[in-house]
């Protein structure tokens, strides 16, 4: 090696911080509490989040539009259909017991997903919601928020 590369490679010594007893002991912090929050009158709830799921997204769209249909007759106030992400599972299996392991068939299922948002439902409308007669492979999550 010459001596310019030993040079460059010699490291410069890293600067100390000095601690002076002032900065090593901070002054204590005076902590400010809150206004305690008035509490919120409690008359119902502001919103109504359903979200419907089935395998046939022909047979969801038609179930989620007749729950926005009943929404509507009782003057609700709708927000969606929101499409959410499909949920894929896959499923892979040897077509062979025993001895072709390269000889494979892959099966998926796909969950179709939608969301929808009623904003200060009255209680007409969850009424009629519950008494709504959907066919069978819809499933409903309903959520008060």
């Known amino acids: 090696m010459t001596a310019e590369a030993v040079a460059k490679k010699a490291r410069k010594p890293r600067a100390r911080k000095v601690v002076t007893p002032a900065a090593a002991s901070p002054a204590p912090i005076h902590r400010v509490s ?3 929050k008035p509490a919120k009158a409690v008359a119902g709830p502001s919103r109504l989040r359903i979200r ?17 249909d009943v929404a509507a007759r009782h003057n609700a106030e709708v ?32 969950i179709h997903k ?5 904003l200060n439902p009255a209680p007409k409308v969850i009424e009629a919601l519950t008494n709504i007669d959907l ?4 499933s409903i999550d309903v959520k008060m928020m």
């Not at 419907?52 to 926005?68: C, F, T, W």
């Not at 499909?86 to 062979?96: F, G, L, Q, S």
């Open 114 to 118: 939608r969301m929808i948002d009623i």
């Open 135 to 138: 066919p069978s492979g819809v």
């Open 34 to 36: 809150k206004p305690a």
């Open 79 to 110: 927000i969606g259909p929101v499409p959410l992400p499909i949920d894929i599972k896959k499923y892979t299996v040897n077509r062979a017991a025993f001895i072709d392991k390269d000889s494979r068939e892959q099966f998926e299922m796909r």
């Open 52 to 68: 419907v799921r089935a395998y046939e997204h022909g047979v969801l769209d038609k179930s989620v539009k007749q729950i926005i």
